[in-house]
């Protein structure tokens, strides 16, 4: 095992890695996945993203990646197998797995923001707050994962908690 | 309106379209991509919008590489610029959420 996934496993949060048992080798497919679906980019990847944050926002997007990796493989797709523009059409024709990774980033972001600065936001309001784009907040909304709030009045409030977590190394 | 598609190259060297940024007159540019790109995609969306950055100049931000290139500014036509759009989603597997009817957003 390389000693970089040790150590990067280290820099996570437990409470989050016990939650969605994520190990060394998932820290290791997780890597191999996004080499693969962000392979020959000309700007850094979201594993040097996850590298570079550890701590409970690092945690975030290793959940996202596993669970969505997890559930392609679920449906045995194979994703560490397959060509960079094959899962570019195997990840929109499965677009659900991508839902549900966004829904359990964000219930994790919930939980962790509760536990270490004790605010509490609905998961459609984290959803908006942490991206840019509005694509992954609408096709959260529009999915079976239930009936979700959006508060707006909350969203710059959290946009800044959020920015807050990423300086969190340790929790 | 004017589009730029961005491509990406195989492992067998051949180029396929993968992302695309359009713009409408003096509206800002909008970077449409594909789950691949996934938090990547995101962070460039708010920097093309941050930054002002224009149809021709996109390069500071998403630069080129061997094996990624963008292709010549295409002017469309108003009356087929949305099914040009929706024709490029489908060549680039770029989800396109539907209305959402059962959403409540909180003003207050």
């Known amino acids: ?171 | 309106m004017k589009v730029r598609k961005l491509q990406r190259r195989d492992e067998d060297g051949v180029w396929y379209d993968d992302a695309y940024a359009f713009s409408n007159g003096k509206e800002l540019v909008t970077f449409c991509y594909n789950l691949t790109w996934g938090r990547v995609g995101d962070h460039l969306y708010g920097q093309i919008r941050e930054q002002n950055i224009g149809l021709s100049e996109i390069e500071k931000v998403i630069p080129e590489g061997e094996h990624l290139r963008w292709l010549a500014i295409e002017e469309i036509k108003e009356e087929k610029a949305e099914s040009h759009l929706e024709r490029l989603d489908e060549i680039c597997y770029i989800p396109k959420p539907r209305f959402i009817g059962r959403s409540f957003a909180l003003a207050a």
């Open chain 1, 1 to 171: 095992m390389a000693k970089r996934h040790r150590e990067l496993l280290a820099r996570l949060d437990p409470v989050g890695l016990n939650r969605y048992q994520i190990t060394e080798v998932d820290l290791q497919t997780i890597e191999k996945y996004l080499k693969i679906i962000q392979a020959r980019l000309t700007i850094d990847s979201t594993w040097q993203e996850l590298v570079q944050y550890g701590g409970p926002y690092g945690t975030s997007i290793a959940i996202h990646e596993i669970v969505e990796i997890r559930l392609l493989r679920n449906r045995r797709l194979r994703p560490l197998k397959q060509r960079t523009s094959t899962l570019q059409r195997l990840l929109a024709q499965h677009i659900d797995a991508h839902v549900i990774a966004t829904y359990e980033e964000h219930i994790y972001l919930q939980e962790v923001i509760h536990r270490i600065f004790n605010k509490t936001f609905q998961v459609a309001t984290l959803i908006k707050a942490n991206r840019n784009n509005t694509t992954d907040l609408q096709l959260f909304l529009e999915s079976d994962l239930g009936v979700y709030i959006l508060k707006e009045n909350r969203v710059e409030y959290a946009r800044q908690t959020i920015r807050a977590l990423k300086g969190v190394i340790k929790t």
